[in-house]
T-cell receptor, first 115, second 113 residues
Framework: SAVISQKPSRDICQRGTSLTIQCQVD?????MFWYRQQPGQSLTLIAT?????????ESGFVIDKFPISRPNLTFSTLTVSNMSPEDSSIYLC????????????FGEGSRLTVL | GENVEQHPSTLSVQEGDSAVIKCTYS??????FPWYKQELGKRPQLIID?????GEKKDQRIAVTLNKTAKHFSLHITETQPEDSAVYFC????????????FGTGTQLKVEL
C-alpha cells in the first residue's frame, strides 16, 4: 500500500487568500486524484493530475480556482485560490493501489477553514 | 457521467444485529464497486470491493452483493460491533476509463450497545 503525506493537515485562512496543499507519495504513481469533502458530505473529485500534462478537471471545477501542479511521479500540489467560506472543506489526495485495481488510497486530508 | 445513490443516510442498529446499506449506479460501463469506511476525522479506507464479473464477495463479517442487471450493490455487515460505527461510502468506477471513482452520499452507521 502507498503511504501518502499531505501538508498542511489543517489551516485557518482568510477570505481572498490562496493556499497550496502538498501531496507526497512514497512510490511513483501515474495518476493522482484530488477530492474535496465538504462538511458532512461525500467525496467529490476535483481533478486528475498526470505527470507531464495538464490536470483534467471535473465539471464544476476550473483551473483558475484550483490550479494543480504535478512536477514528478511522487508529488503534486493543489492550490485553492481566492478562498471564500464555501471553500471550507477537507481536501484529499489519492492514488491508485495498482494500475488496474481501481482501489484508491487516500492521504489524511487537509482541513481548510476559511473565515 | 456516473451517478451513485446511497440509502439510508443514517442507520442505527443494536450491537449484534445486521446492517445493510444499498447503492445504485447509473453507468452500465462501471465495473468496479468499492466500499469505504470513514471514521470521524480519519481518511476513507477500503473495507471490501467487488468487480462486475462477480455477484457476491465476503470477508469475515462483511459481504457485498452486486446485481448488474438492476445496477445496484449492497453492503452487509453481520454481528455488528461498536467499532463498526462510522460513515460508509459506496463508489463506482470504470477501471478502463480513467479510474475515476464516483462516491455515494454516505451512510452514518451507529451501533448501539
Amino acid at each position: 500500500s502507498a503511504v501518502i503525506s499531505q501538508k498542511p493537515s489543517r489551516d485557518i485562512c482568510q477570505r481572498g487568500t490562496s493556499l497550496t496543499i502538498q501531496c507526497q507519495v512514497d512510490s511513483q504513481v501515474t495518476m493522482m486524484f484530488w477530492y474535496r469533502q465538504q462538511p458532512g458530505q461525500s467525496l467529490t473529485l476535483i481533478a486528475t493530475a498526470n505527470q507531464g500534462s495538464e490536470a483534467t478537471y471535473e465539471s464544476g471545477f476550473v483551473i483558475d480556482k484550483f490550479p494543480i501542479s504535478r512536477p514528478n511521479l511522487t508529488f503534486s500540489t493543489l492550490t485553492v485560490s481566492n478562498m471564500s467560506p464555501e471553500d471550507s472543506s477537507i481536501y484529499l489526495c489519492s492514488v491508485l493501489a495498482g494500475a488496474y485495481t481501481g482501489e484508491l488510497f487516500f492521504g489524511e486530508g487537509s482541513r481548510l477553514t476559511v473565515l | 457521467g456516473e451517478n451513485v445513490e446511497q440509502h439510508p443516510s443514517t442507520l442505527s442498529v443494536q450491537e449484534g444485529d445486521s446492517a445493510v446499506i444499498k447503492c445504485t449506479y447509473s453507468d452500465s460501463a462501471s465495473n468496479y464497486f468499492p466500499w469505504y469506511k470513514q471514521e470521524l476525522g480519519k481518511r476513507p479506507q477500503l473495507i471490501i470491493d467487488i468487480r462486475s464479473n462477480v455477484g457476491e464477495k465476503k470477508d469475515q463479517r462483511i459481504a457485498v452483493t452486486l446485481n448488474k442487471t438492476a445496477k445496484h450493490f449492497s453492503l452487509h455487515i453481520t454481528e455488528t460491533q461498536p467499532e463498526d460505527s462510522a460513515v460508509y461510502f459506496c463508489a463506482a468506477s470504470f477501471t478502463g476509463g480513467g479510474n475515476k471513482l464516483t462516491f455515494g452520499t454516505g451512510t452514518q452507521l451507529k451501533v448501539e450497545l
